[in-house]
């Protein structure tokens, strides 16, 4: 993949979406806008699907990190628009511009960085470490 390769990702705001959705306790008092893990997710999907000609049988991407300002709301059933940019590899990491639109701009941007992991290996990585927390918590 060339430095400079970019994938766009539209998807219209739902009222799971919303950040008063995210709240597990009444007395959180969130607004009823697209919530930032949301915007990070979309961002990540358009990385991930950015990544998949990298891929090999047996592998997918994963993200490590995620530097992004959410810098304006979206409301509920408005259209939004995540946009990957390719930046390049640094050793085994992949980073990616991220950035968010909405009907009246740019939302959200930020860095994103990913990495190529064999899926078994990470399935079974994750069931050992519950397995091993459960011994130490009995």
């Given amino acids: 993949m060339e430095i ?60 490590v990190k995620v530097n992004v300002t959410h810098m304006a709301a979206t409301p509920n059933n408005v259209e939004v628009k995540a946009v990957a940019t390719y930046q390049g590899a640094e050793g085994k990491l992949h980073k990616f ?18 990495a190529i992991v064999k899926t078994e290996r990470l399935v079974q990585g994750a069931m050992n470490r519950v397995k091993a927390t459960n011994k130490q918590i009995n």
Avoid: W
Wanted: negative net charge; charged residues 25%.
């Fill in 4 to 63: 400079g390769s970019k994938l766009e990702l539209c998807y219209q705001v739902k009222s799971s979406d919303l950040a008063k959705e995210l709240s597990t306790d009444p007395q959180d008092d969130f607004p009823e806008v697209y919530a930032t893990s949301r915007m990070i997710a979309l961002m990540e999907l358009a990385s991930a699907r950015l990544m998949k000609p990298l891929l090999s049988e047996g592998e997918l991407s994963v993200g």
């Fill in 97 to 114: 511009e991220v950035e968010l639109y909405d009907q009246a701009g740019l939302a959200g941007n930020g860095i994103h960085t990913r």
